[in-house]
């Protein structure tokens, strides 16, 4: 680990803008100014002919050279598609691989984390034409067929396609209904848990359409208030299924458009498993993942176009658990895919037949994704944590295993969208202390041009006098080295006592400490600091990067060493000179809230006060898919789920100072956790503070919203942490 290295650079990057006299950061600038928030490059698109990509600026798309800085081509305009019909703003678009069909999405409605409806309309270049999908009804995923002559969406919960330049609407299943039915969309859980958000699939040859059926009807209902003003509230009711609770079953077919008929594919008897992904092979043959209940064993099945029967392609097993990526990706005469089987997760090649050809990629570090991969050199593109767990570095590596090359040296988190015949990628980098910068680069590893540099933004973070953040190690429970990065006041003295507030998250395959860009609650942390607080994170045993038994051995006992870590850590800071040992809090939200509320409970010896934002209290309570994937069921794991649940602790948060704070309408960790910890605190004459954000989700934004939490964290550590209260 090349921590040392790591921080002086990142001192000697930041220190260029040191300005002398220190701007008073206040909340607002923070949370209600965006004066914070770096730059980005939006709605980048590379364009077929591997020479150019396009860009979204002001409601227009602009064409622009990899190479040619002064070339520019506004391909489409908004307003000229208003003037025709088009209601409301682009929000995003896809060129067709032609180039002669534009996908705008406008008016968009949220209804999870990812799912949302949208007004969807076709542009096409060669006429200047507006065309609307579903006769301007809003629809969900509409793609278009790779031949460009179809469009498919969703609407209300059954799958159509629309032969494009026309109004002709073709609808695929009949039998949809909400709460009950969903052809091509995903239900909750999957969208949440597996990211499976569009479950529908164009074949290559754009002859049929793929998709999974799912029926919740045995699903449970859970029901949120939602409150608009009037007498009565309205509920919200949607289905999702908790731990040890039935899941939809699921299907897949694959609808043929010449005869206008389905065959279902053969996944076997069984009906509790999950079907996280479908995928065409270049020849036109569905590819099924399947997974047990459980989630450690996981089947690719081909599927028989014509009769449905299935063939086993690939299997993989773990004691433990596996992981649903992206990864899998269909080459010329096999597949890639990844897999933790080494001990680390490395990239591998097979053949259709099944067999494994060799391992692409070895070594003691984890493949973090795979990008890409170019038929004609052979060539994969992958991002890797080897250079350290701190740090992703982009590379390119022969699919034989061979010549493998660094693409993005120097310190940091990198990131690339390559160009579709590869010469060319749209490099991201940033540090800790440094924003992101956009700038595309060759493959051969020249810089052709910067897109943008965030120098402003620099400046103004500099104004501010933000002092750097510093990545140290600290022990855990058992002695492992954990990684920390920790932020001190400005006037820092080593002589002085400060109260200590730390931050966390820690749960399974995540990572807060990354040599990268902190948005979210970057300048938060920056401000506490500028009161007078030392701010630190670490990531505990059961998070990413570290390989499979770093981040397995929390499996069946969720909560259990992750919390003995940030004890750990935190009893190491009580006996620094510069930490008062009597101020040390900790803050968390989602998984951190449920760490947070532990620690308090189970660490009161060191942590006198904790915030926890949208806590699980309960594993009983959280949804299936993620709870059972690293507890499995109540029924396989009782003394698992009754030994980390917040609720069996209560009476140690006697004493504590504690601030619990949920949004009414959180779909996703629902209120009932923090509900049920508030009345039994209540019961024992326990002390708490609490804030309720109503309809407000997990998130918990919009408006001033964040401000007003945040003030609200504010006032509770300044009560409880700062010297002489």
Request: glycine share 8%; with cysteine.
């Amino acid at each position: 680990m090349k921590f040392l290295a790591i921080t002086v650079a990142l001192f000697m990057s930041f220190g260029s803008f040191a300005q002398n006299k220190r701007e008073n950061v206040t909340l607002q600038d923070v949370w209600a100014s965006g004066r914070f928030y770096p730059k980005s490059v939006n709605g980048i698109r590379h364009a077929i002919d591997g020479e150019h990509f396009t860009v979204s600026e002001n409601g227009r798309v602009i064409k622009k050279s990899y190479t040619d800085k002064s070339y520019e081509e506004v391909l489409f305009n908004q307003e000229t598609a208003k003037s025709q019909g088009m209601a409301g703003d682009m929000s995003e678009y896809e060129i067709s691989q032609t180039g002669n069909w534009l996908l705008i999405t406008t008016n968009c409605q949220p209804i999870y984390r990812h799912s949302k409806k949208c007004v969807y309309y076709l542009w096409n270049f060669n006429e200047s034409k507006l065309y609307t999908v579903n006769n301007g009804k809003a629809v969900m995923y509409a793609t278009l067929s790779p031949d460009e002559k179809k469009v498919g969406y969703v609407y209300e919960n059954n799958l159509y396609y629309q032969n494009i330049g026309s109004e002709d609407n073709v609808q695929v299943t009949t039998d949809g209904e909400k709460n009950k039915i969903l052809n091509g969309m995903s239900d909750w859980v999957y969208e949440e848990e597996f990211v499976l958000v569009r479950a529908f699939e164009w074949s290559p040859n754009s002859e049929m359409l793929a998709y999974v059926r799912f029926d919740e009807s045995d699903v449970k209902q859970f029901q949120i208030p939602v409150y608009k003003g009037g007498n009565y509230p309205e509920m919200y009711t949607y289905k999702y299924p908790k731990t040890g609770e039935d899941n939809s079953k699921v299907l897949v077919r694959i609808f043929n458009l010449t005869t206008k008929k389905s065959v279902q594919a053969n996944v076997g008897s069984e009906t509790d498993i999950y079907l996280p992904r479908i995928k065409f092979t270049p020849n036109n043959q569905l590819c099924i993942t399947k997974m047990n209940r459980w989630q450690n064993e996981l089947d690719l099945l081909l599927v028989n176009n014509q009769t449905g029967a299935t063939t086993k392609l690939y299997s993989e097993k773990s004691e433990t658990y596996i992981d649903v990526t992206d990864d899998l990706t269909f080459i010329k005469d096999g597949f890639i895919i990844s897999s933790e089987e080494s001990g680390y997760n490395h990239l591998y090649c097979y053949d259709m037949q099944g067999g494994k050809k060799r391992a692409i990629t070895t070594g003691e570090f984890d493949v973090t994704s795979f990008i890409g991969y170019d038929e004609t050199s052979k060539t994969v593109y992958y991002e890797s944590a080897e250079q350290s767990p701190l740090e992703r570095h982009i590379y390119s590596i022969k699919v034989n295993g061979k010549k493998k090359k660094l693409l993005t040296p120097g310190a940091g988190t990198h990131s690339a969208s390559f160009s579709t015949n590869y010469k060319y990628f749209i490099h991201t980098h940033s540090t800790i202390n440094t924003p992101p910068s956009y700038t595309l680069r060759s493959t051969s590893g020249q810089v052709v041009r910067v897109l943008e540099d965030n120098e402003n933004f620099q400046k103004t973070w500099a104004e501010a006098e933000f002092v750097p953040f510093e990545f140290m190690q600290v022990n855990g429970a058992d002695g492992t080295p954990l990684n920390g990065w920790m932020v001190k006041p400005a006037d820092f003295d080593e002589n002085k006592e400060y109260p200590l507030l730390m931050f966390v998250y820690g749960g399974p395959g995540s990572q807060m400490v990354k040599n990268t860009w902190y948005t979210s609650n970057k300048a938060y942390f920056q401000y506490l600091a500028q009161q007078g607080y030392i701010i630190a994170c670490f990531d505990n045993r059961g998070t990413g990067a570290r390989g499979v038994e770093f981040k397995k051995m929390t499996y069946m006992k969720l909560g259990q060493y992750e919390v003995e870590d940030q004890i750990a850590v935190a009893k190491h800071f009580a006996k620094q000179s510069y930490v008062d040992a009597k101020r040390i809090g900790i803050f968390g939200w989602s998984y951190g809230g449920y760490m947070s509320s532990l620690c308090l409970a189970r660490g009161k010896d060191v942590f006198s006060t904790a915030v926890a934002v949208a806590p699980v209290t309960d594993w009983r309570f959280y949804d299936n898919i993620y709870t059972e994937r690293y507890m499995r069921r109540p029924i396989d794991n009782e003394e698992g789920y009754k030994n980390t649940a917040v609720l069996n602790d209560v009476d140690n948060l006697r004493g504590g100072n504690y601030l619990l704070v949920h949004g009414s309408f959180d779909d996703n960790v629902h209120p009932q956790n923090a509900y049920e910890l508030m009345k039994m605190m209540v019961e024992r004459n326990i002390d708490f503070e609490s804030e309720l954000y109503v309809n407000k989700n997990h998130g918990i934004y919009g408006g001033y919203t964040r401000y007003h939490l945040f003030k609200k964290i504010t006032r509770f550590l300044d009560e409880n942490l700062k010297e002489g209260n």
